[in-house]
């Protein structure tokens, strides 16, 4: 089954600018389909060649948890893309924001999706924890079911690992203070109720 996607994942896999790739569809280099909206459509097959399917590609996968650590990501993407390009490998490069902790970020579910669909030969990250503050070891073992190599390039911790930690730490804690300030308001409530009620029934007994 033919796959399609949008400008933005045709522009990260081609590694040019959505602008460059509209100039390539004005002069006829690479076409695209168009939705009923309207939006442009790209074959997988015309982006990777014409042996996408039998020939799998290597994923190298980079996060940092907010758009404030943007040149840690371009770090990342740099050494990423140098390693891969040493090893003269053909790759995709998916660049993420959000923290470690959440589990639906838009380049990790198409990760996983390429994973799924059995289009990954190989996964490069810097570090694992790129992929997941906890839990990166399901993704590893997906890449194990799935036959795909794991390449990890720093086994130690990367420069930003602190400061990435710190942000999910403090995501932890608001979260855990949000629930629990609202347990408290729920049962702060109920008590107010209970003796509101209390209250009438004394004074109608006045």
């Keep these: 089954m033919e796959r399609y996607v949008s400008i933005g994942e045709a522009a990260q896999i ?5 602008d460059t790739l509209r100039l390539w569809e004005e002069k006829g280099i690479l076409v695209a389909a168009r939705t009923e909206g309207g939006h442009r459509r790209y074959k997988l097959s015309d982006l ?4 996408y399917n039998t020939d799998k590609k290597t994923v190298a996968y980079a996060r940092v948890s907010s758009h404030d650590q943007k040149a840690d990501l371009e770090r990342q993407a740099l050494v990423l893309s140098a390693h891969c ?16 902790l959440n589990y639906k970020k838009k380049g990790l579910r198409k990760l996983i999706d390429l994973i799924l669909s059995e289009e990954v030969d190989r996964l490069v990250v810097t570090n694992k924890d790129r992929l997941l503050r906890f839990g990166s070891e399901l993704i590893f073992g997906l890449c194990e079911h799935f036959g795909v190599e794991v390449t990890i390039l720093n086994k130690k911790e990367d420069a930003s ?12 804690i608001t979260v855990f203070s949000a629930r629990l300030y609202g347990s408290r308001s729920r ?16 004074n109608k007994l006045d």
């Design 161 to 172: 690992f602190e400061e990435d930690l710190a942000s999910d730490v403090l995501e932890i």
């Design 85 to 100: 390009e040493h090893q003269k490998y053909n790759y995709i490069l998916i660049q993420d924001f959000g923290s470690g």
């Design 48 to 51: 990777l060649g014409a042996n």
């Design 14 to 18: 081609k590694g040019v600018s959505i």
């Design 187 to 202: 049962k702060n409530q109920k008590i107010m109720e209970n003796l509101v009620k209390a209250l009438d029934s004394q």
